[in-house]
């Protein structure tokens, strides 16, 4: 086994939670939780606790309030019901010595009147359309421009978040991330394009990060902050309203640097895969991303995407992170900790079983033998 290889399975201390190793499984959108009240379901509970061996599991995006819809058949974390599915799941996950934290999403503007029973419109922090295609029944539709926030429904929104902080720690979750990153609600208050409030919520970069450090504040009410992680980075979608601006490095920046005083769980950085050669960031391309942001950050830094345990093991060892996130490598191996202990080939992932909604592509996927 290469050096490199050998620095993922390293056992852990993430901020006095202790992990067998440095190999994380990314959050990733199965949609399969297609169920009136949006419940996790028997299905995955058996599909997280095959990847029960990942020092720690980040559970796919959960939503927060019937407002935070956006993509079908994904979970909520907001009811009893839900938080009932929650506990069975991370029973099975503790059972088998492993940890799963809870990711907390709102999708905010990237969602669709269809999501809901009278045909609303989503919420936003200004009334532009992202101009994304959202996962929805029947196939995929174009986003509509949302209904601008008042300061009640940014209220609202934050208390949504607090109340499925709590339900996560009544579901036995170890501990939970802010999706704070990619298109969604917070990065929509983060990001200049998104954002063109007059209030308090906008304008300059401490306005336009107000939400996600009130929202932050919210969940450490319930949680303590070392069981507290944050998903966040610079923008890496170039699609619609979410193209890298001159602000993007320097709001980032921001948000890290200010991140240190709270002393979290992880912030979880994405690298940047998107062309970025003609945008402000373009530095930012690869590995960029991340000499970058570990130079500003200090705290446990969890990397992701693009990644293999090779080049992955490489950036620990150079210290450029702490921990790995793995994502369509785990949606196929579910024993991928083993695979990378023995350098046993993985399996491919079939794509078009992403969003299937049933076991295919799911939980069928073998385990190595050798």
Do not use: C
């Not at 940890?99 to 922090?125: E, T």
């Not at 069981?227 to 699609?239: A, D, F, I, L, W």
């Amino acid at each position: 086994m290469s050096q490199f290889r050998q620095s993922l399975l390293e056992p852990f201390d993430l901020n006095g939670l202790p992990l067998w190793n440095r190999v994380v499984m990314a959050p990733l959108t199965r949609a399969r939780a297609e169920n009136p009240g949006h419940a996790p379901t028997p299905l995955m509970k058996e599909y997280y606790a095959q990847r029960a061996s990942a020092g720690l599991i980040i559970s796919e995006g959960t939503w927060v309030s019937e407002n935070a819809q956006g993509w079908q058949g994904a979970p909520g974390i907001y009811t009893e019901e839900q938080g009932a599915g929650w506990k069975q799941i991370t029973d099975a996950v503790h059972a088998a010595s492993g940890r799963i934290f809870a990711q907390l999403w709102h999708q905010g503007s990237v969602s669709h009147p269809r999501f809901f029973s009278d045909g609303r419109i989503p919420l936003a922090p200004s009334a532009i359309n992202p101009e994304q295609l959202v996962h929805i029944d029947g196939g995929m539709e174009p986003t509509v421009t949302p209904r601008e926030m008042s300061k009640a429904d940014i209220r609202q929104a934050v208390a949504d978040y607090q109340n499925a902080a709590r339900v996560a720690k009544t579901s036995g979750f170890d501990g939970v991330q802010l999706q704070a990153g990619f298109v969604y609600l917070i990065q929509q208050f983060l990001h200049e394009t998104t954002n063109r409030r007059s209030d308090e919520y906008g304008g300059n970069i401490g306005n336009r990060a107000r939400f996600l450090f009130e929202v932050l504040d919210a969940v450490l009410d319930v949680w303590p902050a070392q069981r507290v992680g944050v998903k966040t980075g610079p923008m890496m979608n170039e699609k619609g309203a979410f193209q890298a601006t001159e602000a993007t490095l320097a709001t980032s920046e921001y948000v890290y640097e200010r991140l240190n005083a709270y002393h979290l769980s992880h912030v979880f950085l994405m690298r940047q895969m998107a062309d970025l050669a003609r945008t402000p960031i373009a530095a930012l391309a690869g590995d960029g991303v991340v000499h970058h942001f570990r130079k500003i950050y200090t705290g446990p830094l969890i990397l992701n995407v693009g990644l293999d345990a090779e080049n992955g093991g490489r950036l620990l060892a150079e210290g450029a992170g702490d921990m790995v996130a793995f994502g369509r490598d785990y949606i196929s191996n579910p024993d991928l900790v083993e695979r990378i202990r023995t350098g046993a080939a993985l399996n491919p992932y079939d794509a078009e079983t992403f969003y299937l909604g049933d076991y295919r592509g799911y939980t069928d996927y073998p385990f190595h033998t050798g």
